[in-house]
């Protein structure tokens, strides 16, 4: 097949994403940032949603003295989501924070109760064990405690296990990744935790009820680099893991519940892999996300027709509610204007029919790593995917080096991704929010290797 044949079905599934998000578009409705930002806090290096809250992580932001102790930050929406506060509606810190904790490194959010990584925080004396930080609304989310309800660790934790890299939570069972730490010989081989609150998330046990590992595990794979949950079904990354025709291809992993989150088997029920321009150093798991009978893995290292790390993500849908999972990805998603060292799905998060795809360093015109995201919205409820996607989401005031989609986040009609170095790193992030596509326009450029360009529009 020509390469200019090659092109032309590009252009066409570009003109079909157009049609499918022709009466859905994202507008950017705000742009979040901390009040006491200061350059290198790294504002918007975790991201999360919930309804009409979002939460920020600033995990190098200095607290008092301590320097690059992390902080987190509420923005809470007044009109169900319709407007956004451009600076926090409240701080989090933790009451036990230190220099270097890196609080914020991760966060999570799932209605009144918000998780917050500290990857390397020292609990018990170990260096850079890490500890996570639950904080609970009592009204609803209207105002949130400044410091913690309770402080989770790991009941084996060690030095330089970095709990709290990803953390999730979803209802009253919390999820925390601990990349490095060993198990039994394997260094770096990973894990991840659970944590379950008995009484509807008012209180959590302060070490973890159960801890999950990949049956397969060696050395490095660093499991637990992310983490996503969705009612009884848990996934985790494990991006370095090496297996097949190369090394740091990546794996995830599905853990499921038989019985309503109360107990979990301590190794998966499946493992993900991809078949798509697979090599080494793809980091198949970098970023994960799961939203019901669907789950969304990125993996930013693929390299695509010779394009290095252009990135891609992968669909994985449940066809039996969750009970199983194919192995391979039933779909496969990338950006119709990828190119070389982009890193689409550096950050991944998906609801519903709608997912978002991070690529901190896409080049936006002239502006290199400005960064971007991307929409990808099913019409059938998930069953199936556009390839490329509906939409490509940029800042209204990008720059240079922003890393815009270094995280991401959705909820509902809500999008939220952070830009971690905006300002000398203070760091900022942006709300994007559905509007009637009936004024809005869109047009792009392909082109093949015959140097022929092709032009599409849709409004």
Not at 237 to 255: E, H, L, N, T, V
Request: net charge negative.
């Amino acid at each position: 097949m020509s390469s200019f044949t090659i092109t032309r079905l590009v252009l066409f599934a570009v003109l079909i994403a157009c049609l499918i998000s022709a009466s859905t578009l994202l507008q950017q409705e705000a742009q979040l940032l901390a009040a006491d930002g200061a350059a290198g806090d790294n504002f918007g290096h975790s991201s999360a949603i919930s309804g009409d809250v979002a939460l920020l992580g600033a995990y190098q932001a200095d607290v008092g003295g301590n320097s690059d102790q992390g902080a987190a930050y509420i923005f809470r929406s007044s009109n169900g989501g319709a407007t956004w506060p451009s600076s926090q509606t409240q701080k989090l810190t933790a009451s036990d924070g230190a220099a270097g904790d890196y609080f914020g490194y991760s966060s999570a959010i799932s209605g009144d109760v918000a998780l917050v990584g500290a990857a390397a925080a020292d609990p018990n004396g170990n260096s850079g064990q890490g500890a996570a930080y639950i904080f609970r609304s009592s009204d609803g989310g209207a105002t949130w405690p400044p410091i913690q309800t309770q402080v989770l660790t790991a009941s084996d934790g060690a030095a330089l296990d970095e709990f709290g890299y990803s953390s999730a939570i979803s209802g009253d069972v919390a999820v925390v990744g601990a990349k490095n730490a060993a198990i039994g010989s394997n260094s770096n081989q990973g894990a991840a935790y659970i944590f379950r609150s008995s009484d509807g998330g008012a209180t959590w046990p302060s070490n973890e009820t159960q801890k999950l590992t990949a049956s397969d595990g060696a050395a490095f794979d660093y499991f637990g680099s992310s983490s996503s949950i969705s009612g009884d079904v848990i996934l985790v990354g494990a991006p370095s893991k090496s297996c097949c025709s190369g090394y740091d291809q990546g794996a995830a992993y599905i853990f499921r519940s038989n019985d309503g989150g109360a107990t979990w088997p301590s190794n998966e029920t499946q493992i993900l892999t991809h078949n798509f321009y697979k090599s080494s150093q793809d980091y198949f798991g970098w970023s994960s996300s799961i939203s019901g009978d669907v789950a969304l893995v990125g993996a930013r290292g693929v390299d695509i027709s010779g394009k290095t790390s252009q990135g891609a993500a992968f669909i994985f849908r449940s066809s039996d509610g969750g009970a199983t999972w194919p192995p391979i990805q039933t779909q496969v998603l990338t950006a119709s204007d990828g190119a070389a060292f982009d890193e689409f799905g550096y950050s991944s998060a998906i609801s519903g029919d709608v997912a978002v795809v991070g690529a901190k360093n896409a080049a936006i015109g002239s502006n290199s790593n400005q960064g971007a995201a991307y929409i990808f919205r099913s019409s059938d409820g998930g069953a199936t995917w556009p390839p490329i996607q509906t939409q490509k989401l940029t800042a209204s005031d990008g720059a240079v080096n922003d890393f815009f989609g270094i995280s991401s986040a959705i909820s509902g009609d809500v999008a939220l991704a952070g830009a971690y170095n905006v300002n000398s790193g203070q760091g900022a992030a942006y709300i994007f929010k559905e509007v009637s596509s009936s004024s809005k326009s869109s047009s792009s450029k392909v082109d093949d290797d015959d140097n022929t360009e092709l032009t599409y529009s849709c409004s």
